[in-house]
């Protein structure tokens, strides 16, 4: 850090009072407005006279260019445009009753937003100045605007003392978040700022707080890291460079500092008085800034040389706690494997410029042979096309993450792998996040720079007690059952990955235990079963532990690299990723074994995914069946797996037909939590969330519904048209269920219950089969055959159902159909139809 | 001595038989099913909804042993639209449609207040129902304040509603008070009683006069009619 003793000389540009400056988005111009009736334009690198526009009002309260034109705002309520070819007033953009507070244009430059000292803030198109949107409902006048680089969000300062955020990318401009207490509450020709401002990669922005400080909050809400202890004096301006390396500000302690965004330092000091705006050039190390005497200074070579190389720098990350784009911890995955995916989060894309270069020259020109450049160590010397089909330093694109090295560049193939993940956490999201969310409960944890604290919840009160504890090892996945909570942490420099169980209630004085695994193994997932503790490593390991942490069993699995595991009871299912399929990416392959029994149930089998498909979630329903979400809202689940071969994936419940989707008006997804009780348990996510957050989601549940046909629309005045399918549904439905419970049954030793459940669920199938005859019956003559079939499909232990099913067929005078019942009947009686 | 009460039920007597409605809870501790009168009750796991009868979800709620799932219709974005849509017509909103199902139910045990009731329509006790859940699971309900307020606004809206409805009853015609709520009738039936009775016994004076007068005109006595409903009357 250094304080700069050289001073550049200022300019009288303007008379005392406010003034303002901005480059054009090229840099060549400088613009510069202020109190007297003058425009001054200094053209970049030249030392000579500014060109003076004499032709505007006085008092100019806002500047803001674009490569040939720039507006200003004035006090008397009129926003102007001008020229930059011809230094000449152009035309009224609109005018307001009262003064102008800012200008902002977006960054494609087609809009202009206006925000006066009236509730109402406008976006002109600059192209057509009756197409506005209007932004209605501020409760107090505006102070600052500032568009969000991709141009489709506006953050709005107002002097109420919040920071609205609008979502401009409809005919009706919409608020998409509020950000209260954070900005401090000024009138609107104040000199201090509380300008909230986008950071280049567009996923957070800076605000000046009344501590003097500038914090730093992203898009979702959450506060990030801030610019702490720098200031002396109220925050006048502040902006990011255009790399986003640094945030520069100056406050009325006269001094303006320079950070750098990486450690939040200060690198730079320089004293000046009364700086009330200044400008980066948007490519070369100048500084433009002016007082609030009128003076402008132009400052070449502004940083010192070891500074300047930060803004070399291609586009640099905002301040993040946890960055969500650099970590793949828990159930984050990356996205890069190949290429870009688009999420659904993206902001809408930029579309090439017809007839540009790069369509003229055609996809050679972005390939290898012209690229005698080689980006070697990502310093962005090379200039790369990225993903929008333009060359870069386009400050327009939202950071991506760091990206991988040569990516584009080098023709190596990799297959795409599935990431691995823990069922049922979710990634940082400020400096929280869910290690477990299910049935029994919930763990999260607070990150406190040098420590976490976990928190463990439950639902049923009265059978746990909720517990808290600081931690030191930074655990990283967790498992909640209702006999203990099983913890992991990744290794670090001096210690390695370390297991930690906690069970819930001992009767000896202590028996959590902690396991160290061996030096260089880090653990992908961990699961907890009413019997073991699984662990899968990064070396392919499946280490099996007793509740007392006994290893009872290691081995290498056979498909890697791995990706989870679950757990319930003596069995384990492990993921893992299998061969190249055609599309480029692994298989995903999963085997399950008893542990108690030394037994495989299933070894090596496919887990049947589309393509493109990720798996979500895969957990044991409460019945101990395997069950699986995927990344198309698909739950399935194993049938018949204990017997090798034999397995499985059937549908239960697809969440894109639910009913509550019908309308295509709510745009939600689910997050899944468990099957238990014959429902689906998830947690409802709206607005275009990934994950669940604080406060704590309410659970929500969903019958099962196996896709069988269109989902039967509900038409409340002929009921009879949607039953035969809806029948036919919960007869495939039911007669799963009873599968699965047969299966049970066999395998371990049913209590008595279970087994009279299961004949209550043949009965209930047979009854199902009777109502769907009932139908058959009622909709006509030719109907009989499928009658007479939906007869055979009844198992019927007793024959009291196929006597019904006779009367049924004899109540609608189905004579025929009632005969050959009665026969089908007889067979049935003599054990005749056994084949 | 009689009771001096009014007919029909008391507004706490409204309350009581409300408190048969099913509502969705969300146990924090288990609790086996009970073997109560009006039939077994679902065992309690938590966190699995559970519908339980009212009284029984408010006892559980002031332990601190269970949450109460508010209906969907007693959200501020439902009663928002169900009091646009009640300032906006004469009529009263919809009740919920009937559910479907094999067995028949009556109007005071319909699922209307579990979490599956549809949001867009008032149930029949939704005015009490809606008070004891504020008065005893206002933190189970999200901004409480609010829809205690559109409460308010709905309750006054149909109350006008159903004043201004006994105006044209003076040209003898009738009210349609399809979607009146249990309370809404207790509260109401003094007043339109009242005012029902008034005009029967103005329009009887009337009646009596014309009749007497066409007695007098034709000659022959139909008044004897006339003289029996009088009897009545009295």
């Known amino acids: 850090m250094t304080s700069v003793t050289q001073r550049v000389r200022g300019r009288p540009a303007h008379p005392n009072g406010p003034t303002f400056l901005t480059y054009t988005p090229d840099g060549t111009k400088l613009i510069t407005a202020g109190s007297n009736n003058v425009i001054r334009v200094y053209s970049t690198g030249s030392d000579g006279e500014p060109t003076n526009i004499d032709d505007c009002q006085e008092n100019n309260t806002a500047v803001a260019a674009s490569n040939d034109i720039f507006i200003t705002g004035s006090e008397d309520g009129s926003v102007t445009v001008y020229s930059l070819e011809t230094y000449l007033y152009e035309r009224l953009l609109t005018r307001c009753t009262l003064p102008i507070r800012d200008l902002a244009l977006s960054p494609d430059g087609i809009w202009a937003a206006v925000a006066s000292d009236e509730l109402e803030i406008k976006i002109i198109d600059i192209r057509d100045m009756n197409n506005v949107l209007r932004i209605r409902d501020l409760p107090k006048p505006p102070k600052h605007l500032s568009f969000h680089p991709s141009g489709s969000h506006l953050a709005v300062s107002c002097t109420d003392g919040a920071v609205y955020i609008y979502s401009i990318t409809t005919e009706d401009p919409a608020l998409s978040n509020k950000f209260d207490g954070y900005i401090r509450r000024l009138e609107t020709d104040d000199e201090r700022s509380s300008k909230a401002i986008w950071h280049p990669d567009g996923r957070a922005f800076a605000v000046p707080m009344a501590t003097r400080d500038v914090q730093v909050i992203s898009r979702d809400g959450e506060k990030q890291r801030a610019f702490l202890g720098g200031h002396m004096g109220d925050i006048t301006t502040l902006a990011w460079s255009p790399n986003g390396a640094m945030l520069a500000t100056s406050a009325s302690d006269r001094k303006i500092l320079i950070w750098e965004t990486k450690t939040q330092k200060v690198i730079a000091r320089y004293d000046y008085t009364g700086v009330i705006n200044f400008a980066w050039h948007p490519r070369d190390n100048i500084f433009s800034f002016v007082t609030s005497e009128g003076e402008l200074f132009i400052y070449p070579n502004f940083l010192s040389p070891d500074n300047a190389q930060l803004l070399q720098k291609s586009l640099q990350p905002a301040p993040f706690i946890h960055d969500p784009l650099s970590e793949t911890s828990g159930n984050a995955r990356k996205t890069l494997t190949n290429g870009l995916k688009r999420t659904p989060n993206d902001p809408p894309k930029r579309q090439g410029t017809p007839n540009s270069l790069d369509d003229i020259l055609g996809p050679e020109s972005a390939g290898e042979e012209d690229d005698f450049v080689e980006d070697d160590d990502g310093a962005g010397y090379s200039d790369e096309v990225n993903r929008y089909g333009k060359r870069s330093y386009d400050l327009l694109n939202d950071y991506e993450g760091p990206v991988p090295k040569r990516r584009a560049t080098q023709q190596s193939w990799e297959p795409s792998i599935h990431e691995s993940f823990q069922p049922g956490s979710t990634p940082w999201r400020g400096n929280r996040r869910y290690l477990c969310l299910n049935l029994t409960g919930f763990v999260w944890t607070v990150d406190q720079d040098t420590h976490h604290t976990v928190t463990v919840e439950f639902y049923d009160r009265e059978f746990h007690r909720d517990f808290h504890f600081t931690d030191p090892y930074l655990y990283d996945k967790a498992c909640l059952n209702e006999h203990g909570t099983l913890f992991s942490c990744p290794p670090t420099t001096e210690n390695p990955a370390m297991v930690f169980y906690r069970p819930h209630e001992t009767w000896t004085s202590r028996a959590d235990w902690r396991t160290q695994l061996p030096a260089g193994e880090d653990v992908t997932a961990i699961s907890l079963s009413d019997s073991y503790v699984v662990v899968m490593t990064s070396t392919n390991y499946v280490r099996i532990f007793t509740l007392f942490g006994l290893p009872v069993k290691v081995y290498r699995q056979k498909s890697s690299p791995t990706v989870t595991c679950a757990s319930w009871r003596d069995y384990i299912l492990t993921l893992g990723n299998g061969p190249v399929g055609g599309d480029g990416s692994t298989s995903l392959l999963y085997s399950i074994e008893n542990v108690k029994r030394d037994e495989v149930c299933q070894s090596e089998d496919v887990v049947a995914l589309p393509d493109n498909t990720q798996v979500q979630s895969v957990f044991f329903s409460d019945q101990g069946d395997p069950c699986l979400y995927d990344s198309t809202g698909v739950l399935l689940i194993l049938q018949h797996w204990r017997t090798p071969g034999q397995a499985r994936w059937v549908p239960l419940l697809d969440t894109k037909t639910l009913e509550r989707l019908a309308g295509g008006r709510k745009e939600e997804s689910y997050w899944p939590v468990a099957v238990a009780q014959d429902k689906f348990h998830c947690i409802i996510l709206k607005g275009g969330d990934q994950y669940p957050y604080f406060p704590k989601p309410l659970l929500s549940e969903f019958d099962f519904r196996i896709p069988c046909t269109t989902a039967a629309t509900e038409d409340p005045s002929n009921p009879a048209t949607s039953e035969g399918p809806r029948l036919e549904e919960s007869f495939v439905r039911s007669s799963l269920m009873l599968s699965l419970l047969e299966d049970l049954v066999q395998a371990t030793n049913a209590s008595h219950s279970q087994k009279s459940e299961l004949s209550r669920r043949e009965v209930d199938v047979d009854k199902l089969l009777l109502q769907l005859l009932n139908v058959e019956c009622r909709e006509g003559e030719e109907r009989g055959m499928k009658a007479l079939e939906v007869v055979s499909l009844m198992r019927d232990r007793s024959g009291k159902l196929l006597e019904a099913a006779g009367k049924v067929a004899g109540r609608y005078g189905r004579t025929v159909l009632q005969d050959k019942i009665s026969e089908l009947a007889e067979t049935r009686l003599m054990g005749m139809d056994e084949d | ?234």
């Open chain 2, 1 to 234: 001595m009689a009771l001096t009460l009014p007919p029909g039920l008391t507004p706490p007597e409204v309350a009581f038989l409300c408190e048969m409605e099913l509502v969705t809870v969300i146990p924090r501790q288990r609790l086996e099913g009970l073997q109560l009168l009006g039939g077994p009750t679902v065992p309690l796991i938590p966190p699995h909804r559970t519908p339980l009868p009212l009284w029984l979800a408010l006892l559980l709620k002031r332990q601190n042993r269970a949450n109460i799932f508010p209906p969907p219709w007693l959200s501020p974005s439902s009663l928002d639209a169900i009091l646009q849509l009640e300032t906006s017509s004469p009529e009263f909103s919809d009740t919920p449609p009937l559910p479907r199902s094999t067995t028949p139910v009556s109007p005071p045990f319909l699922p209307s207040a579990t979490a599956d009731a549809p949001p867009d329509a008032l149930p029949y006790h939704w005015l009490e129902l809606s008070t004891l859940l504020l008065e005893a699971a206002s933190d189970d309900i999200p901004s409480a304040d609010h829809v205690r307020r559109l409460l308010r606004d709905l309750r006054e809206v149909r109350m006008a509603k159903l004043r201004a409805g006994v105006e044209v009853l003076e040209g003898g015609r009738e009210v349609k008070m399809n979607g009146v709520g249990a309370m809404e009738v207790s509260e109401g039936r003094a007043f339109i009683g009242g005012v029902v009775d008034g005009l029967r016994k103005l329009g009887a004076g009337r009646e009596i006069s014309r009749r007497e007068r066409e007695g007098e005109e034709g000659g022959l006595g139909t008044g004897g009619e006339g003289d029996n409903e009088d009897d009545m009357e009295y």
